[in-house]
C-alpha cells in the first residue's frame, strides 16, 4: 500500500484521517517519518497554509505528502477567526479560551450562522500539488455542549442535527466534518 506522510502530530487528527484512508493509504505522523520541529503555518489563507505544510514535509523528503488547515468562518463577524482560528484568543491560548472569546464576540448577536472549512494540500512523490476542500454549514451555539471532539466542537451545531459537533460519535461527525469531506476528496483520487 502506498504510504502517505501527514504534516501533523496532533493524534485525534491522525485518528480520524487513518480511518478514513482505511485500505487506501499507509498514514504516517511527522513523528514516524522522522521529521522534527515546527511547521511554519504564516500564509493568511487555508489554502496557503496547507501548501506551506506539506512543501515542509515535501523539501524534506521528497515522498508523497499531505497537510491540511481549518478555518471557522462566522458571518457575523466577516469570516473571523478564519486561518486564525487556532490562536484567536492570543498565542498560547487553549481551545476555552477561544470559545470564551467567540461567545463574548456574537453576544448579543442574532445572526449566528457559520461555517468550517478545511483545505487539504497532497504533493506526491515527483512534486506534483493538488489541493481538496470540505466544508460543514451551521450555527454558532449560545454555549457549550458536549464534551468530546476538540476545539470549537461544544458550540458549533451543523445543520440538520439538533446537537453539536461535541456531542456526537465521532464517526457520525467524521461523514459531514469540513474534515471529513476533504479527506474524503483525497481518498476517491488516491483510491486506486
Ligand atoms: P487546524 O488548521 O486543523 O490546526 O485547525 C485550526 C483550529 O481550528 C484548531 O486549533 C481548532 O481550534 C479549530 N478546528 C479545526 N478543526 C476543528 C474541528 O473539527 N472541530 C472544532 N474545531 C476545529
Not at 3 to 28: C, S, W
Not at 70 to 88: C, H, K, N, Q
Not at 128 to 152: H, M, P
Request: hydrophobic share 40%; with cysteine; aromatic share 8%.
Amino acid at each position: 500500500m502506498q504510504e502517505l506522510i501527514f504534516a501533523t502530530n496532533n493524534q485525534h487528527k491522525l485518528r480520524e484521517v487513518r480511518a478514513m484512508l482505511d485500505g487506501i493509504a499507509t498514514v504516517l505522523s511527522l513523528g514516524d517519518a522522522g521529521l522534527h520541529g515546527e511547521i511554519p503555518e504564516t500564509a493568511d489563507t487555508l489554502q496557503g497554509n496547507a501548501e506551506q505544510k506539506a512543501q515542509w514535509v515535501w523539501q524534506r523528503t521528497h515522498k508523497a505528502c499531505f497537510a491540511d488547515d481549518t478555518g471557522l468562518e462566522v458571518e457575523a463577524l466577516g469570516g473571523a477567526p478564519g486561518v486564525y482560528s487556532a490562536r484567536y484568543a492570543g498565542e498560547h491560548c487553549s481551545f476555552d479560551d477561544n470559545i470564551n472569546k467567540l461567545l463574548a464576540a456574537l453576544d448579543g448577536h442574532d445572526n449566528r450562522r457559520a461555517d468550517f472549512r478545511t483545505v487539504v494540500c497532497l504533493i506526491e512523490a515527483d512534486g506534483s500539488q493538488r489541493f481538496f476542500e470540505g466544508r460543514v454549514d451551521g450555527v454558532i451555539l449560545r454555549e457549550r455542549l458536549g464534551t468530546d471532539g476538540f476545539g470549537y466542537d461544544p458550540v458549533f451545531m451543523p445543520d440538520r442535527f439538533a446537537v453539536s459537533f461535541a456531542e456526537m460519535p465521532a464517526d457520525v461527525k467524521n461523514a459531514i466534518s469540513h474534515r471529513g469531506m476533504a479527506v474524503k476528496k483525497l481518498a476517491e483520487y488516491l483510491r486506486p
